[in-house]
């Protein structure tokens, strides 16, 4: 039995190195699995500690502090789920992860409808953090990263404003929504369109840009609710934090929503987190949000960015519509290197540039096929041809995965129910050691 559970763990390392380090041999990976159960102290995966690291992100982890961030703003997606089915109440409450989060105040919801353009969501308004309490005695491993002391004196600290973007009510309108053509963007529509002139001369310009159509199509719908309710909080909470969070065609219209903001109305303290977005344009306008965001002079993996786009090791919507098409894939990526659920900081990565092909971007299968073959050899199992056959399709033609991976961002994401989707249920919750207005 003891043999059989170290075979296990030494697949599941080698399965996690060989995804993440590509470029490293054979033999020090396996060195390295062999030695690593020893140095933990427990070769049972179950047992194994979650890595001690310094706070700071690398290319191969994320710092811990980072790593709560991205989870807590996946719980807050999560929430608009509830817009159109059983909704959100005031001041802060739903059949889901509302009460996750006492601080905030709801202050409108938008649902256009099940349309190929459809938009959804919410605005929220936290006026500051409580303190967090501490984790009680035995709550398991995940509680035992190393958090340091901020966890138990989170004071109140700056708010912020919070406008969440639902993806599509249907995952089938997903994919039909990555077929349609390319569209030319203007950063801002003219003032007859419903649009307004920047306060001055843009910074940044937008050459050659394309669009994905129905992605503009639903910001242009979401705009006539969002920016009535958000430009007032504004003008009242000047020094208030701007956080724009979307999941799946929620992350691309939340892409759109940033750029005017910071452009149009010149609003600089705004943040983005995405999970599973879309390509959004063509190479233009990647080179434009780039800009824009200060992503294409990032050397070194930060804890701060202003655009944070969480991608999945099987999902196939970030690597869709097709380069084929003319899409092209933005920076400030953070690749979740896990198939499975929980992650944990080392297993998100943080890469380098518009197209990292140590992320998403080379995420084509082969290295989980050759994997999955060693781990059938050890364990004298054979392995199904359909399964060999499986593991060389690229992610972007996992369409099945549009039920899972693409939902499996530090939680599985979609359902408005208590405790979120039933395979959640029973799930140690993260350790949290963030403040509020913390990107």
């Not at 992650?343 to 299968?365: L, M, T, V």
Request: charged share 20%.
């Amino acid at each position: 039995m003891l043999m059989d559970e170290t075979l296990k763990a030494l697949a599941q390392c080698l399965m996690r190195k060989s995804i993440v380090r590509l470029n490293t041999s054979v033999s020090s990976v396996l060195l390295s699995c062999l030695v690593a159960p020893f140095a933990r102290g427990s070769p049972l995966e179950g047992q194994n500690p979650i890595t001690a690291h310094d706070d700071v992100s690398t290319a191969d982890h994320v710092s811990n502090r980072l790593f709560a961030s991205l989870e807590r703003f996946s719980r807050l997606v999560d929430i608009t789920y509830c817009v159109g089915t059983t909704g959100i109440a005031p001041p802060f409450s739903c059949a889901s992860r509302c009460k996750d989060f006492p601080t905030l105040n709801l202050i409108t919801t938008w649902n256009t409808g099940v349309l190929m353009s459809d938009s959804c969501g919410y605005i929220a308004i936290d006026h500051g953090a409580v303190p967090w309490s501490a984790p009680s005695p035995g709550a398991g491993t995940r509680a035992g990263i190393a958090m340091g002391e901020d966890y138990k004196t989170n004071k109140e600290s700056r708010g912020s404003l919070i406008v969440a973007f639902r993806g599509t009510y249907s995952i089938t309108n997903t994919v039909v929504d990555l077929s349609t053509i390319p569209q030319e963007y203007v950063p801002y529509p003219s003032p007859d369109q419903g649009g307004s002139i920047p306060p001055k001369k843009p910074e940044h310009t937008c050459y050659n840009c394309t669009v994905h159509m129905g992605f503009l199509e639903s910001w242009r719908i979401a705009r006539t609710v969002v920016l009535p309710a958000l430009e007032p909080l504004r003008k009242q909470y000047p020094d208030y934090a701007i956080h724009l969070v979307g999941h799946s065609l929620g992350g691309a219209v939340a892409a759109l929503a940033a750029l005017e903001l910071k452009v149009v109305s010149g609003w600089e303290d705004l943040s983005v987190t995405t999970f599973g977005e879309p390509r959004v344009g063509n190479d233009g306008f990647v080179e434009y949000l780039d800009a824009v965001f200060g992503l294409d002079d990032v050397k070194e993996p930060a804890d701060v960015s202003g655009y944070r786009r969480v991608t999945h090791v099987d999902d196939p919507v970030p690597l869709l519509p097709l380069s084929e098409w003319g899409y092209r894939p933005h920076a400030g990526e953070y690749f979740i290197t896990k198939p499975e659920l929980p992650p944990e900081p080392s297993d998100i990565r943080s890469c380098k540039g518009d197209y990292d092909p140590q992320c998403i971007a080379g995420s084509a299968g082969e290295q989980l096929r050759t994997i999955n073959r060693a781990v059938a050899e050890e364990q004298a199992q054979d392995t199904l041809w359909w399964t060999r056959k499986l593991w060389d399709i690229p992610s972007r033609s996992k369409l099945w995965q549009l039920f899972f991976a693409h939902r499996d961002y530090f939680w599985r994401l979609g359902l408005c129910v208590p405790g979120g989707d039933p395979i959640d249920w029973g799930r140690e919750k993260y350790p949290n050691f963030t403040s509020s207005d913390e990107l």
